[in-house]
T-cell receptor, first 118, second 113 residues
Framework: GAVVSQHPSRVICKSGTSVKIECRSL??????MFWYRQFPKQSLMLMAT?????????EQGVEKDKFLINHASLTLSTLTVTSAHPEDSSFYIC??????????????FGEGSRLTVL | KQEVTQIPAALSVPEGENLVLNCSFT??????LQWFRQDPGKGLTSLLL?????REQTSGRLNASLDKSSGRSTLYIAASQPGDSATYLC????????????FGQGTELSVKP
């Protein structure tokens, strides 16, 4: 299956700093990528849709100035958590779909990035 | 508003047993349904995708069924192994763009040797 890779897998930072997480599609070009967030013992919730060459689309309740998304190329999307605070500590997972499968094809997820803000 | 529910929340079985995980959804107008596996602290591994026109999909010891009219899907795992221990999630798209998945809370499976 298609491969989606994230980096870093774990990051610990001090409160007030910014953290960047990268998401790459390794064997296909993704015009759209999706960023999810998962709190402990909870399921995944979509945060935003990353669109190559245009602005990201954010879900209701997600602060666009807090979670900056850049889709710089067809294989790379980045999520920057700005001025991170302890409540931003979470597991962030990106996903993408091979465009050859159409809009209802299989979604592939990255390995996830565990953010801990001290 | 689509809601996805998984029962049971946790399941512990001895090795070798066949088992069924359940997933239900409130809006039957889905485009597909996807089953995932998540190991602790890891991302999601796609197991099976069932399109709305399909009744079931099989991969190795896994078989997923879909009954849209009743809003249900099941994941059948045959001859379970300790390596199957993980959390299993089902998800359906919220619209035909497919990117926004609505996830169930998951079933945490433990297979004892």
């Amino acid at each position: 299956g298609a491969v989606v890779s994230q980096h870093p897998s774990r990051v610990i930072c001090k409160s007030g700093t910014s953290v960047k997480i990268e998401c790459r599609s390794l064997d296909f070009q993704a015009t759209t990528m999706f960023w999810y967030r998962q709190f402990p013992k909870q399921s995944l919730m979509l945060m935003a849709t990353s669109n190559e060459g245009s602005k990201a689309t954010y879900e209701q309740g997600v602060e666009k100035d807090k979670f900056l998304i850049n889709h710089a190329s067809l294989t790379l999307s980045t999520l920057t958590v700005t001025s991170a605070h302890p409540e931003d500590s979470s597991f962030y997972i990106c996903s993408a779909r091979d465009p050859g499968q159409g809009n209802t094809g299989e979604l592939f997820f990255g390995e996830g990035s565990r953010l801990t803000v001290l | 508003k689509q809601e996805v529910t998984q029962i049971p929340a946790a399941l512990s079985v001895p090795e070798g047993e066949n088992l069924v995980l359940n997933c239900s959804f409130t809006d039957s107008a889905i485009y597909n349904l996807q089953w995932f596996r998540q190991d602790p602290g890891k991302g999601l591994t796609s197991l099976l995708l069932i399109q709305s026109s399909q009744r079931e999909q099989t991969s190795g010891r896994l078989n997923a069924s879909l009954d849209k009219s009743s809003g249900r899907s099941t994941l059948y795992i045959a001859a379970s192994q300790p390596g199957d221990s993980a959390t299993y999630l089902c998800a359906v798209p919220s619209n035909n763009q497919g990117g926004k998945l609505i996830f169930g809370q998951g079933t945490e499976l433990s297979v004892k040797p």
